[in-house]
């Protein structure tokens, strides 16, 4: 994204600077918005990383890292969710994608089905994915919150970080109902 350029110091010898313009940025504000989104793109792989190593080491299971917060997010509260309270809590409009994931939990035995018809349908944890999710807690812990805590300051600026995320969800949210009214045929 930045392209290394030369430009002569105060002694007249070059030195290396950064060009941090590309074709979606070119000012000030737009390079740092620019820079965040592209740091967004990259943690959220790593974070999706994350998931599936972390979830691998405490169950036989390949998942990726979106069946993995499926899991968590079905146990949060230890009540049953609908694949509607799923989509809106994962903010995922793609339902097809969201049936295949629950598909492989059960199959997996960590989800149970319940219920029949359209409404009436719900998703919970089994005993064993209780117990995986609870394993999969512990390693987060020893792992993650572990490393995160040893970070100056980091429990305000991890509040900041959420307010500013929720902020732009917001705003994507809002620019792509824009966008889509301006679609090409």
């Known amino acids: ?22 074709h979606l940025a070119q000012k000030p504000g737009e390079i740092e918005f620019t820079e965040l989104e592209f740091a967004l793109m990259r943690t959220n792989e790593g974070f999706a990383r994350w998931q599936s190593e972390c979830l691998a080491s405490v169950a036989d299971l390949a998942a990726s890292g ?20 799923l989509a809106r809590l994962t903010n995922r409009d793609d339902v097809p994608n969201i049936q295949y994931s629950l598909r492989k939990l059960i199959a997996a035995g960590l989800v149970e089905r319940k219920g029949a018809g359209r409404a009436g349908v719900t998703y ?22 572990d490393a995160i805590d040893s970070v100056p300051d980091i429990h305000e600026r991890l509040r900041e970080a959420t307010r500013t995320l929720n902020l732009l969800c917001g705003i994507y949210e809002e620019v792509a109902r824009v966008a889509a009214t301006h679609r090409r045929g």
Request: charged share 35%.
């Open 1 to 22: 994204m930045t392209k290394q350029k030369t430009q002569p110091n105060q002694s007249g010898k070059p030195r290396a600077e950064f060009d941090q313009r590309w």
């Open 66 to 85: 979106a069946e993995n917060a499926m899991l968590h997010i079905i146990r949060m509260n230890d009540r049953p969710k609908t694949i509607k309270d």
């Open 124 to 145: 919970e944890v089994t005993d064993a994915g209780h117990r995986v999710t609870e394993d999969f807690g512990a390693l987060r812990q020893r792992l993650l919150i």
